[in-house]
């Protein structure tokens, strides 16, 4: 057994506790994680959903990476015959260490036999594929039609490797299990041998490495991990990367043109601008470079300003799944990859730990409801992979990522099905926060959370209604802070604690310092009338138009609801917007109404939104978010 | 010598006479164009152009066809060695064709030397390079890469053969000569040995055949190429073509989804949809079809109707250099190739000879002057390939196509810059046709038109003024009509026979019909004055924005120009719009002038609008056509 093979346990001193969720800081934060088990949803939607996708997605998930073979790729490799006929994209590997990742924090959360049983299978083929110094990517290993890193821009190849360390991180944070981590290190460690300023200079063309780097250097606490991160950091942005396949624009694509300290916009391919951007962040934040932070703050500004959607979607380019200019933000063939709006959460997801601005909560909160639940149906069955903010009569779906093709079971590269997985199983983690001070939460679900030194009991029927309610169920003798996020969207908020209500000020956290005790209750009322929200002057497709949102959610007319007109000719004929309790939609919505008027022939009806996130789960036709104002 | 060697002799007592322009049809239709030598630009704005073309553009697209070794190609086929180094795109043939009939038309109508050896050079070359079969495609003869016809879709065999057999008929109809119409025939009765409804039924990825070989059926009188033809039209449509490249959308991308007769909208790639659609109209005019016809017409409506942008561009997709679908029309990100433009010339022409109504001569000036002449600079020698309606601040330039790098010398895929060359050499043939009753203008500019008993000097100091005159030089005893084209653009016009003023009627032909005598004299008054064009309320991009334009002209903001306004931020703030002559930019244009205001500080200033084809002819920056009304 070599060096290597030994490696987790020869560093076990420094290994970080296992338990945490995604992102565990060993650098002081102002904001830190909560524990693995010191958070959890309870009831309410987003915890249905949570259910949904362990029993329902993850499995299916399951069958379809079977179907897909997967599996076979890694028992190819396995074998160590080169030759072997290859399955799906070369990226395939990643897909399924995305649902092996999945299927870590849900099997941590609900000790599932059936899952225990799939991560011991899977994890054993894994280090069975893995070459003996540490190399793992089964294209490249057994298809025998490129050698390593041959075509390092195209091969996935340390991106495959990234998704594996997470997935690794992962199962040791959910399970205590360090199996898969002996396997990471492994990697981590070849990668460190084969790549650095003194080695070999290049870098893979889809980040990710550099965020599951970070992870693995958190976790194991090796400094060699950290420094290699920083190295694919540093390296990016110089014309490193060359492929022929995007010609002209490779080092727009491959977010290759400009160097990450002197980036003013993120650019190129979304999903990976945003990875490497998080990456960049979370180098940042363990290395305690403020030029570099601030660098990546200055961008996560300019893309919320100019390149992203009222939906949180990300990405305007069919071509390239790319941003595209400032401000160029279409709203029909907008791209919005479910993946790019995943990946921007976990972007502000470190920022908001290392800043404690409340601007980063509710990014997360927007995109998570409007671009990332968009993405899948309600039965975690069918999926979007683009975010498409509009879609007409006459619509030809010849794209299965299409809006006018409908939710699909699983696409070709089906990086976003296996990104939802991660993100929903996981997703509790980002509901709270401690701190020296006390517990901070930033989004409002029923939910229980210890931290900080309190024991809360939250309560909401969200994002439906803005009554939340905190109940202390055990608090310490000295003075705590809780505080509470009121998001940007609120007009006013009220604070209610024991019965005596506090304005409190949207776009920032609420704090209460006390001496708490058991039994005692807060209440935030977030009032969520519907409203109409504008678009920047510069944005074409929204110029003359409104979008309706209600509380956290964004708002969409879908053809099926509307009352004498037609999607693509409407306008609303006045700002009253009225709303109603359906309970016959979805199990229960809210939706919103307005005087409408046909365009052409001034046909006088009333438009009905739904929630954006919950279009095409009935079926699919003519939909928009923007909606005309009648001049 | 075999028996199709010498074809073009055989079928010489059906040989069509030489002479003439683009599209001589065999069958008779309402309006007949004027023999090649019955038309010439005499002076004027498009005269100059189409100097530049011949002194610039023809003499520089040689050097760039020689650097490029196009006719090394050639060369190499010639040869008769497989494995050859090929150089530039499978369909470099095409852009030598392309360049070869501009070549001859330029010839034809200047008696210039060296376009004279070019065009026997040339010649020869390329019937040394023809195989004894008559195949022609000098990538699959020489680069030893792929077979005859083994990647149909993509190789572009058939277009290549297409654009020879064109400028073969150019080349006959300018100067008389039959040498590439004799390897004309050999290619057609080539494709004819081995395509057919009982041979290989299948066809190119690129239309284009169909034109070409009704054309050479014009000229030659062989029913054999116009029943190849058809087939080609009838053939397509069936999911014929499959290409991997293409995946999904092969069919819609190649105008193969939906038979030619059933197609509502055209779609997929523009360029070819509307090559194919112009030569499925030249089957239905020689054939008779008059279902096949009128299905193209509903095509032309619903393509002018949904997805054309106000300047006549076509194509509003990058993926696929394709038509949306329809009122998906974004400014910023539309393709409008500028081939598409040419080719829906060539479709309007058709459509024009077989119906004479006038909204295909209306198109034709849009296209013209707006999505065409867009595509190259005033001095003949940069061309656009992408005619944008909207570059911002901030754009990235990566692609030597989009509208912020600016204007090229030549691009990897040159099909514009060929296609503009042998429309502006051919251009003058698009003015006036003839019929029993007398002579049609259809277009102003200063020229010397003789057709229909009619011999007319025609001045105009077009686009720019309105004012024409047309002056009988000779006429018969007879009653004659004489036909002008009242634009549709045109809120009023006056027409002054002898000094006799009557109104006439935009959008229709004001027809005069008498006994003319030499010195007669016909004014059309054409007003021009600025005018602010709304668009429809489906397309997102240009809701409470208006274009201007002014007679046949689309104005644009450039950069340049602005007073105390930036591109980027403006809004009419009035639609009082001013007109004012501006010596000192390009020899002399109107500008239109109004009142502005900065969206974001209100700074009021005045924007200054040039004619949209005219700008980046200085230097490139932010520019727009579409104008945000100050709501």
Same mark, same amino acid.
Request: negative net charge.
């Given at each position: 057994?070599?060096?290597?093979?030994?490696?987790?346990?020869?560093?076990?001193?420094?290994?970080?506790?296992?338990?945490?969720?995604?992102?565990?800081?060993?650098?002081?934060?102002?904001?830190?994680?909560?524990?693995?088990?010191?958070?959890?949803?309870?009831?309410?939607?987003?915890?249905?959903?949570?259910?949904?996708?362990?029993?329902?997605?993850?499995?299916?998930?399951?069958?379809?990476?079977?179907?897909?073979?997967?599996?076979?790729?890694?028992?190819?490799?396995?074998?160590?015959?080169?030759?072997?006929?290859?399955?799906?994209?070369?990226?395939?590997?990643?897909?399924?260490?995305?649902?092996?990742?999945?299927?870590?924090?849900?099997?941590?959360?609900?000790?599932?036999?059936?899952?225990?049983?799939?991560?011991?299978?899977?994890?054993?083929?894994?280090?069975?594929?893995?070459?003996?110094?540490?190399?793992?990517?089964?294209?490249?290993?057994?298809?025998?039609?490129?050698?390593?890193?041959?075509?390092?821009?195209?091969?996935?190849?340390?991106?495959?490797?990234?998704?594996?360390?997470?997935?690794?991180?992962?199962?040791?944070?959910?399970?205590?299990?360090?199996?898969?981590?002996?396997?990471?290190?492994?990697?981590?460690?070849?990668?460190?041998?084969?790549?650095?300023?003194?080695?070999?200079? !290049? #870098? %893979?063309?889809?980040?990710?490495?550099?965020?599951?780097?970070?992870? *693995?250097?958190?976790? +194991? /606490? $090796?400094? =060699? &991990?950290?420094?290699?991160?920083?190295?694919?950091?540093?390296?990016?942005?110089?014309?490193?990367?060359?492929?022929?396949?995007?010609?002209?624009?490779?080092?727009?694509?491959?977010?290759?043109?400009?160097?990450?300290?002197?980036?003013?916009?993120?650019?190129?391919?979304?999903?990976?601008?945003?990875?490497?951007?998080?990456?960049?962040?979370?180098?940042?934040?363990?290395?305690?470079?403020?030029?570099?932070?601030?660098?990546?703050?200055?961008?996560?500004?300019?893309?919320?300003?100019?390149?992203?959607?009222?939906?949180?979607?990300?990405?305007?380019?069919?071509?390239?799944?790319?941003?595209?200019?400032?401000?160029?933000?279409?709203?029909?063939?907008?791209?919005? !990859? #479910? %993946?790019?709006?995943?990946?921007?959460?976990?972007?502000?997801?470190? *920022?908001?730990?290392? +800043? /404690? $601005?409340? =601007? &980063?909560?509710?990014?997360?909160?927007?995109?998570?409801?409007?671009?990332?639940?968009?993405?899948?149906?309600?039965?975690?069955?069918?999926?979007?992979?683009?975010?498409?903010?509009?879609?007409?009569?006459?619509?030809?779906?010849?794209?299965?990522?299409?809006?006018?093709?409908?939710?699909?079971?699983?696409?070709?590269?089906?990086?976003?099905?296996?990104?939802?997985?991660?993100?929903?199983?996981?997703?509790?983690?980002?509901?709270?926060?401690?701190?020296?001070?006390?517990?901070?939460?930033?989004?409002?679900?029923?939910?229980?959370?210890?931290?900080?030194?309190?024991?809360?009991?939250?309560?909401?029927?969200?994002?439906?209604?803005?009554?939340?309610?905190?109940?202390?169920?055990?608090?310490?003798?000295?003075?705590?802070?809780?505080?509470?996020?009121?998001?940007?969207?609120?007009?006013?908020?009220?604070?209610?604690?024991?019965?005596?209500?506090?304005?409190?000020?949207?776009?920032?956290?609420?704090?209460?310092?006390?001496?708490?005790?058991?039994?005692?209750?807060?209440?935030?009322?977030?009032?969520?009338?519907?409203?109409?929200?504008?678009?920047?002057?510069?944005?074409?497709?929204?110029?003359?138009?409104?979008?309706?949102?209600?509380?956290?959610?964004?708002?969409?007319?879908?053809?099926?609801?509307?009352?004498?007109?037609?999607?693509?000719?409407?306008?609303?004929?006045?700002?009253?917007?009225?709303?109603?309790?359906?309970?016959?939609?979805?199990?229960?919505?809210?939706?919103?109404?307005?005087?409408?008027?046909?365009?052409?022939?001034?046909?006088?009806?009333?438009?009905?939104?739904?929630?954006?996130?919950?279009?095409?789960?009935?079926?699919?036709?003519?939909?928009?978010?923007?909606?005309?104002?009648?001049?």
């Amino acid at each position: 057994m070599s060096e290597h093979r030994s490696h987790p346990v020869a560093t076990a001193e420094r290994l970080q506790r296992a338990g945490g969720g995604p992102v565990q800081p060993r650098a002081t934060t102002p904001l830190q994680p909560l524990g693995f088990a010191d958070v959890r949803l309870t009831e309410g939607f987003l915890a249905r959903l949570q259910q949904e996708n362990a029993s329902t997605s993850i499995v299916r998930g399951h069958e379809h990476l079977e179907r897909q073979q997967a599996w076979t790729n890694f028992e190819n490799a396995a074998a160590r015959v080169v030759g072997r006929t290859y399955h799906g994209p070369v990226f395939e590997d990643g897909e399924a260490f995305k649902w092996l990742e999945a299927t870590a924090w849900e099997h941590g959360r609900s000790d599932d036999a059936q899952l225990a049983e799939w991560l011991e299978e899977s994890v054993a083929l894994v280090a069975s594929a893995q070459a003996d110094d540490g190399y793992l990517s089964t294209f490249n290993q057994s298809a025998g039609k490129r050698g390593r890193y041959e075509w390092i821009s195209y091969d996935h190849e340390i991106f495959n490797m990234a998704t594996m360390i997470q997935a690794a991180v992962a199962r040791y944070r959910a399970s205590g299990s360090g199996d898969l981590l002996a396997v990471a290190c492994r990697a981590a460690d070849h990668l460190a041998e084969v790549f650095g300023f003194d080695k070999r200079r !290049e #870098t %893979c063309g889809h980040p990710l490495v550099e965020m599951a780097l970070v992870e *693995l250097y958190r976790v +194991t /606490g $090796e400094q =060699r &991990y950290l420094d290699l991160a920083s190295f694919f950091v540093e390296i990016r942005g110089h014309g490193t990367l060359t492929d022929p396949t995007w010609q002209g624009w490779t080092s727009v694509y491959f977010s290759d043109r400009i160097p990450v300290r002197e980036t003013v916009y993120p650019e190129g391919h979304a999903v990976r601008a945003v990875y490497f951007a998080s990456g960049a962040t979370d180098v940042a934040i363990e290395t305690g470079d403020a030029e570099l932070f601030d660098a990546l703050r200055r961008q996560w500004d300019n893309m919320v300003e100019t390149k992203m959607y009222v939906n949180g979607s990300l990405g305007s380019r069919w071509e390239g799944e790319a941003f595209g200019d400032p401000y160029e933000l279409p709203t029909d063939r907008g791209y919005g !990859e #479910t %993946c790019a709006a995943i990946a921007s959460i976990q972007w502000s997801w470190r *920022l908001l730990l290392a +800043t /404690g $601005e409340p =601007r &980063y909560a509710d990014l997360i909160e927007r995109q998570l409801y409007n671009a990332v639940l968009s993405g899948v149906t309600l039965d975690g069955d069918r999926y979007f992979y683009v975010n498409t903010l509009q879609v007409r009569e006459g619509a030809i779906a010849y794209d299965d990522r299409m809006g006018a093709a409908g939710r699909q079971e699983w696409f070709g590269c089906s990086c976003c099905p296996t990104n939802l997985m991660r993100t929903l199983a996981s997703w509790h983690h980002y509901l709270a926060t401690s701190s020296d001070a006390g517990l901070q939460v930033h989004q409002y679900a029923s939910a229980q959370l210890s931290g900080g030194g309190l024991d809360v009991r939250m309560g909401a029927d969200y994002p439906w209604h803005g009554e939340i309610e905190l109940s202390i169920e055990a608090a310490p003798q000295d003075v705590r802070e809780l505080s509470l996020r009121i998001p940007a969207w609120a007009r006013s908020a009220t604070l209610e604690i024991e019965g005596e209500p506090v304005a409190v000020e949207p776009g920032s956290y609420a704090r209460v310092s006390r001496v708490w005790r058991a039994g005692d209750v807060v209440r935030l009322l977030l009032p969520m009338p519907a409203r109409l929200t504008r678009g920047h002057h510069r944005v074409d497709a929204v110029r003359g138009a409104a979008a309706i949102e209600r509380g956290p959610l964004v708002y969409a007319i879908e053809h099926l609801d509307q009352e004498g007109v037609t999607v693509d000719d409407v306008a609303l004929a006045s700002t009253e917007l009225a709303e109603e309790w359906r309970g016959d939609l979805f199990g229960g919505i809210p939706v919103v109404t307005a005087p409408a008027r046909n365009l052409p022939d001034g046909e006088v009806g009333r438009l009905v939104a739904i929630p954006y996130f919950m279009w095409a789960n009935r079926e699919v036709g003519p939909m928009k978010v923007w909606l005309p104002l009648d001049a």
